[in-house]
């Protein structure tokens, strides 16, 4: 099996990156709700306070985005890894390692397949070390329930605050929907994060535990 902990790693330390930018971020939806509040109900901002207000907005999107692509490109790197040595060291899969990849780009499949693929993982990796007992996946269905749960209700928060400035024909009204939406997402975002580090900090061990296993395996036959 190939090494993952340097995989492990990386993922977990952008993870608690974009946990420190959540809380910025929820920090800053309350300042913006605020701010557009006392806009719709007659406080007149002036120009800078405008512009600093969509310099904020921007700011957060751009930043947002680019930290999505991080975590999904290592996180996709270490899961991937992480199903394909079950095959290197031959346990047998319910799918081809690439699937482990390519699921999360097949709509509503990915809403199911990286799910039954994580808990693959999770108890085939544990069933190969000399252990008594198994620690339950209950992590791994908290991991996709809080991961789905985030998607949906930032998906509604969206699709909310655009009715929203429709009907009223009332930009202001939309950007206090958008940014009540965005910081319940938020919100939600942190325990979806630190359940997220919490297995693969887990997993990790397991993996870990298991090359040891391995490699002391391959020591005594090649000696016997």
Known sequence: MYPNDARAKHIIIIF?????????????RVSLFNFYTNWENGTIPSEQEKSIAVLQMAGMWVLDI????LCCVF??????RAYA??????????????WAAGFWFVPFINLVRPHEIMTEIWNK????????????????NWWWGLYITKNVVGTIAGRLASISEKLNSNLISGLINENLGQGITSIITLPAIYVTIQMIQQMS???????????QQEYLNNNI
């Open 75 to 80: 996180f996709i790197r270490w899961f991937r």
């Open 125 to 140: 990796t544990q069933l190969q070390l000399n252990k008594s007992t198994i620690v339950s996946s209950s992590i791994v």
């Open 16 to 28: 608690w990156i974009v946990f420190g930018i959540t809380i910025l971020d929820v920090v800053m």
């Open 66 to 69: 680019g930290m999505l692509v």
């Open 205 to 215: 061990k397991f993996e870990e535990e298991l090359a040891i296993q391995q490699q």
């Open 85 to 98: 040595n079950l095959g290197r060291i031959g346990v047998r899969t319910i799918y081809e390692e690439g």
